[in-house]
């Protein structure tokens, strides 16, 4: 550990101006004096990161001094910095990707900016620069012309530790709270959004855009959009939630509770206490199943999946498995409420199978789930005599006008559906599509086997949990 200079600060080893952040100010000598990190104190500081000169940065701290500036140097925010004086006439910061930018969870607030020209972001650059570390509150931008809207802008970096508050966003293009637009695939972790709105069309998103997002929450935020609209990206999406929020899409092709992205993984992720409302194509409480998706431990409750549309493929985890070889395993959805009063294909777990997929240990309980035709309590309809399908049960109201079934609304004969149950009571349905290991069982008949015997006899713990003779099955894998 470096010796601190007590005359720097005050003799007594402590630095008067400074109040902590994510460091002590120890740390933040040995980050300036040793590691070469520039103090930034106010908003003006920030800005003078992009004039590449000799600028008094750290000002009134014990940091004071002069530094070289520039957009690939590495910089720790040493007090709250408010943007009011600044943000009317701000300009994107075009970070390199050498840039490093420390807010030792300190504020970023009060940047108010309508724009019809220049990007509204703090830094915007297709270049693998980092920032973290950050608390933005009172952000709030309207993009009126054609651009993207966020905190960040276009950018291929990580961006970890962030909590973005209170605050609105809107663009007649793509539009997300922290990341605009990625060129490339960013990687984001540790986000925090709450209490936010986001308003856009082409790609509306809780956290960003073509990023991969985890461990990461959007809570109490509206989000609405006319084009591709999720919760939380368009990426792949790891231990992330969705909750006490709503999306609103009046036309959008895709529109899912955490990721419009086909073909990436997106695991352990929950939609609690929300409301999706679409009018759209493809509309779900986690992600499409397309172009080799995989779709494992995920959870849908208390939630509600509204679609005014008449050409859709409606599920509580996915719309469509298309393309490639998807998986969906070990998801649940609980106490929803999927209403498409005008759609064909919509089902509890998924809407249609349209090509090789794969659905496994999951379960659908409680609730209710309404289309016109092709609905089910888990699959809506099944098209491939190559799709699997087994191991899972529905006890949703299932109601339709054409091809209603308790677990399944229509399948082409030879299908792989084994050991597929629902409850016969619960559903209000008598019959279902899928072939003969598709079985309706009395809610008795369900709960009793307190093990993996009987009726659940190639069924395995973990992931299930059989509870006693008055419980549904459990999966012990969801969050």
Known sequence: MMIIDSYRFGGGGSCPSYTPGLYTAEEIDTLVNVD???????????????????????????????YTTGLGEKYVQILDCDFTTVSSTWL????????????????????????????????????????????????????????????????????????????????????????????????????????????GTLGVYGVGRSCNVSDSTVDNCNITGTGDTAGICNGAAVRCAFTNSTINSSSGNVVCGITTKQG?????????????????????????????????????ENTDINVTGTRNRVGGISGLYFSGTNIVEKCEVINCNIDAPNSDDVGGIIGYDQQLGQLRNCRVVGGTINGSSRVGGLIGR????????????????????????????????????????????????ATSAGGAEVEGKTTSELQTPTTNSGIYSAWTIPPWDFGTASEYPTLTTTP
């Open 92 to 199: 994107a910061l075009t970070a390199l990707s050498s840039l490093i930018y420390d807010g030792n969870n300190l504020s970023i607030s009060n940047f108010t900016r309508t724009s019809a020209g220049p990007e509204v972001h703090l830094f915007s650059a297709n270049s693998l620069y980092t920032f973290k570390n950050s608390r933005i509150y009172n952000y709030n931008v309207n993009k009126l012309t054609s651009g993207n809207c966020g905190v960040l802008g276009e950018g291929r970096g990580t961006y970890t530790n962030i909590n973005i508050y209170d605050s609105s966003f809107r663009s007649n293009v793509s539009c997300c709270t922290l990341l605009g637009l990625g060129s490339g695939v960013a990687v984001c972790s540790d986000i925090l959004i709450s209490n936010c709105t986001v308003n």
């Open 382 to 429: 099944i098209s491939l005599s190559t799709t699997v399908c087994e191991k899972s049960y529905s006890t949703a109201a299932v109601t339709g006008s054409t091809s209603v079934g308790g677990a399944v609304g229509q399948s082409v004969v030879n299908a792989n559906t084994l050991d597929l149950y629902w409850d016969t009571v619960a559903s209000g349905n």
């Open 36 to 66: 070469g990190y520039i103090p930034v104190a106010s908003a003006a500081e920030f800005d003078a990161i992009r004039s590449g000169a000799a600028e008094t940065m750290g000002a009134g701290t014990c940091w004071e001094d002069t």
């Open 264 to 300: 990436v993984v997106t695991e352990d992720c929950i939609v609690l206490n929300s409301e999706i409302n679409a009018a759209g194509f493809i509309t779900c409480g986690i992600a499409q199943a397309r172009g080799g998706s995989t779709i494992k431990r995920n959870k849908i």
